[in-house]
Nanobody, 115 residues
Framework: QVQLVETGGGLVQPGGSLRLSCAASGSIFSINIMGWYRQAPGKERELVASITTGGMSNYADSVKGRCAISRDNAKNTVFLQMNSLKSDDTAVYYC?????????WGKGTLFTVSS
């Protein structure tokens, strides 16, 4: 079993920044792909960014240029830094791990962008 625990979240003003962390624990030493998804009210869950153990990253068009994902393979931890926040970034952010066909999810953390 794998557990993913997110930290971060809260309330930020427009134009501000967020940094989220997700630590994985359990039976898998290094998860193949770790990433972040988000779900805004009334919308479907969508990919924000993902990163492989080799450091290859992928970003949603809506966050390209203002978002950076990184990971510490030794600690099985993934980070998300997002700048120039907009109200559209308000959502519950979920940590995700993909490993040989299996999908693991954190419980999610709410991030609100509002003045």
């Amino acid at each position: 079993q794998v557990q993913l625990v997110e930290t971060g979240g809260g309330l930020v003003q427009p134009g501000g920044s967020l940094r989220l962390s997700c630590a994985a624990s359990g039976s898998i030493f290094s998860i193949n792909i770790m990433g972040w998804y988000r779900q805004a009210p009334g919308k479907e869950r969508e990919l924000v960014a993902s990163i492989t153990t080799g450091g290859m990253s992928n970003y949603a068009d809506s966050v390209k240029g203002r978002c950076a994902i990184s990971r510490d393979n030794a600690k099985n931890t993934v980070f998300l830094q997002m700048n120039s926040l907009k109200s559209d970034d308000t959502a519950v952010y979920y940590c995700n791990g993909k490993h040989w066909g299996a999908d693991y999810w954190g419980k999610g953390t709410l991030f609100t962008v509002s003045s």
